[in-house]
């Protein structure tokens, strides 16, 4: 079975914070690949990352950073500095090669001046 | 690069008539989705197609459901009759690969069906 948790429903922080939602995944498959979208309070799903199952490195883009462990089939994102504009809900996703995508049920974050 | 395109982005029609939702996915992208965001049930997808084929629509909710690709570059999703249960905000999204690559997705079409 295919399955993505994201436990933290939502998440409050005061500007400046540093902040990490979780996500764990489940999948039988060894070849897969894991996501992050961002939706913020406009609607639209904007991609943020890509990741291989064969790629077990972290990823830092600017103030967004990635941690992919397998051993604990996990890839959690932490913003640094956390912005009143990061403000959105934050889908953790999975794709089994060849495959349709499993969404998390998405973390509300809520950045707060 | 133009992104997906959806229209329209506000819908609001009564029960009972037919609604048409349209999407016209980024170019050279050969996957095409269709998505239902609800509360309740959050991202559902309810058909891809592939190279303008429907591979499958196992999520589309009823028979009141259909797609349509005529081309690679513009598809359709219409409820006929709509009923109230049916207002969502409904996703179009396309990728290069299927499985492999992340999609893209389109702004979305608010449907209000009263």
């Known amino acids: 079975a295919q399955k993505v948790t994201q436990a933290q429903t939502e998440i409050s922080v005061v500007e400046k914070e540093d902040v990490t939602l979780d996500c764990v995944y489940e999948t039988r498959d060894t070849t897969y690949y894991l996501f992050w979208y961002k939706q913020p309070p406009s609607g639209e799903l904007v991609f943020l990352i890509r990741?291989?199952?064969?790629?077990?490195q972290n990823e830092i883009s600017g103030r967004y950073s990635w941690n992919f462990q397998k051993s604990t089939s996990s890839f959690n994102f932490t913003i640094t500095a956390s912005q009143v504009v990061d403000s959105a809900v934050y889908f953790c996703?999975?794709?089994?090669?060849?495959?349709?995508?499993?969404f998390g049920p998405g973390t509300r974050l809520s950045v707060l001046p | 690069d133009a992104g997906v395109i959806q229209s329209p982005r506000h819908e609001v029609t009564e029960m009972g008539q037919e609604v048409t939702l349209r999407c016209k996915p980024i170019?050279?992208?050969?996957?095409l989705f269709w998505y239902r965001q609800t509360m309740m049930r959050g991202l559902e997808l309810l058909i891809y197609f592939n190279n303008n084929v429907p591979i499958d629509d196992s999520g589309m909710p009823e028979d009141r459901f259909s797609a349509k690709m005529p081309n690679a570059s513009f598809s359709t999703l219409k409820i006929q009759p709509s009923e109230p249960r049916d207002s969502a905000v409904y996703f179009c999204?396309?990728?290069?690969?299927?499985?492999?690559?992340?999609?893209?997705f389109g702004p979305g079409t608010r449907l209000t069906v009263t």
């Open positions: 990741r291989n199952s064969f790629d077990e």
């Open positions: 996703a999975l794709i089994p090669r060849g495959q349709n995508f499993v």
């Open positions: 170019s050279g992208h050969n996957s």
């Open positions: 999204a396309s990728s290069f690969v299927r499985g492999t690559y992340e999609q893209y």
